[in-house]
């Protein structure tokens, strides 16, 4: 559970109320500002109510545990947990939020039979008190770095408990913390239960007087990716036993890299290899087409892979459990340009793929740097050359690539653990 040195009154804080009258202002401008990023693809526009505030749904009967994820990478974190849940406490209503618009897709196909989705509410003062008076949560689960001031005091207001899980705090977020100390401790300690997911969060936790005990990463737990049976048959029947190299989750920037080095490995190690690039966003197909200066095959136009395929371009979502079951190695996106940080490499490590990763993947440090660590299911590509080197010799050799997707398998295997202790600290804050 969570303890603080000293219990800090969120309403004797004077930052946390110029946020309350901030918040109410800006509120004001808040339905058009939602309409102009509907316009631009950034909002549902059928859906804009929810961010207002207004459910489209009725509240069941009965408790209620409220899992708020921002975007696709912590909602895929958080499908674990909310599965858990809703098999050990099926007497419970589940509502998952997030606030993104390919997040909302993802959790519209993973959710648990019966567990409801809903935009979150953008945190002013009316719209936070319009969506909690509506669905009165008795537990509320934020995860990594949601911290909401209008919808988590009003929530503890109305009894609630709240738990932030898999909390990520980097330094730069601790930094611009330590601007307003006593409003931060105030806020956190409205919390119940914190679990940092590494070592260096709960650290900066403790500057603003939280100590967690325990830790909890999300991104460590879970089941491998879902696929369709008969996409994958469809897929293998095409490709046949050609090998193959996944580029998952690129970023602008990336593709023009990753097509040269495959080039070379291609070259000289194996002419009938095929690239599969999945870029993270499908939206920017225009671009990766540019970066692939060259015949290529692309999935949304229903594009088939022949004989003479060396590029197939996956613009699809929830779709990276199939190619990974494709490939002989993947190539893990947001790690080699900076300010991205990179993506999950136990997502390819569940299914025994081994991963290549760039220099900057620093968002799963810890785990990369465990898996760099003897053969554990991936390897570092500092430059293009190494990145070539690492892909050709996936790909001459099979039984190296084997050896090291069992590395990672293990790994994966090994961290699930931790969710069976978090679940321990969870349920005395249960309804």
């Given amino acids: ?23 109410a202002l800006i509120g004001l401008f808040v339905p058009a500002l939602l309409r102009a990023r509907a316009r631009r693809g950034k909002e549902d526009p059928a859906r804009l109510d929810e961010r207002l505030g207004r459910a489209s ?45 390919t997040a909302a897709a993802l959790l519209a196909r993973r959710l648990p039979p019966g567990v409801m989705h809903q935009y979150v509410p953008v945190d002013t003062p009316a719209i936070s008190r319009r969506f909690l008076d509506h669905w009165r949560p008795d537990l509320v689960i934020l995860v990594e770095g949601e911290i909401w001031p209008n919808l988590m005091l009003g929530a503890r207001t109305r009894g609630a408990r709240l738990a932030l899980l898999s909390a990520r705090i980097t330094e730069k977020t601790a930094a611009g913390w330590a601007r307003a100390p006593g409003a931060v401790a105030a806020l956190l300690s409205s919390l119940d239960l914190v679990l940092p997911q590494d070592a260096a969060s709960g650290e900066r936790l403790a500057r603003f007087a939280v100590h967690a005990a325990g830790a909890l ?4 737990v879970g089941e491998a990716l879902p696929f369709d049976v008969a996409e994958l048959e469809a897929l293998r029947r095409q490709i ?31 002419p009938d290899a095929l690239l599969i690039l999945a870029p993270r966003h499908p939206e920017r197909l225009s671009q990766v087409l540019e970066a692939a200066d060259g015949p290529c095959a692309v999935r949304s136009r229903g594009e088939p892979i022949t ?13 990276l459990g199939l190619f990974y079951r ?50 554990q299911g991936a390897l570092l590509a500092a430059e293009e050359r190494a990145l070539a080197g690492h892909m050709g010799r996936c790909l001459a050799d099979a039984s190296y690539s084997r050896r090291l997707g069992q590395g990672g398998l293990a790994f994966a295997s090994g961290a699930a653990a931790s969710l069976d202790q978090a679940m321990t ?3 005395p804050l249960l309804p």
């Fill in 326 to 375: 494709m490939a002989q190695v993947a190539v893990l996106g947001g790690s080699l340009v900076e300010d991205i940080g990179g993506h999950n490499p136990l997502e390819a490590a569940r299914l025994g793929t081994p991963v290549i990763a760039g220099p900057f993947a620093f968002n799963f440090a810890e785990i990369y740097q465990a898996m760099f660590e003897d053969g």
């Fill in 425 to 427: 600290r969870l349920e």
């Fill in 1 to 23: 559970m969570i303890r603080v040195l000293a219990k800090p009154d969120p309403d004797r804080s004077l930052v946390l109320t110029l946020y309350r009258w901030g918040t």
């Fill in 57 to 101: 749904r009725p509240r069941p009967p009965g408790g209620l545990v409220w899992v708020h994820s921002v975007s696709v990478g912590e909602s895929q974190s958080v499908l674990p947990l909310i599965e858990r849940l809703a098999r050990q406490r099926p007497d419970l209503t589940i509502l998952s939020t997030s606030a993104t618009v």
């Fill in 217 to 220: 990463n999300l991104k460590l």
């Fill in 307 to 319: 004989d003479q395929t060396d590029l197939y371009i996956a613009d699809s979502l929830g779709e």
């Fill in 240 to 270: 046949g036993d050609r090998p193959v190299v996944l580029a998952a989750s690129t970023h602008a920037g990336e593709e023009s890299m990753i097509i040269r080095a495959f080039r070379t490995a291609r070259a000289l190690q194996a």
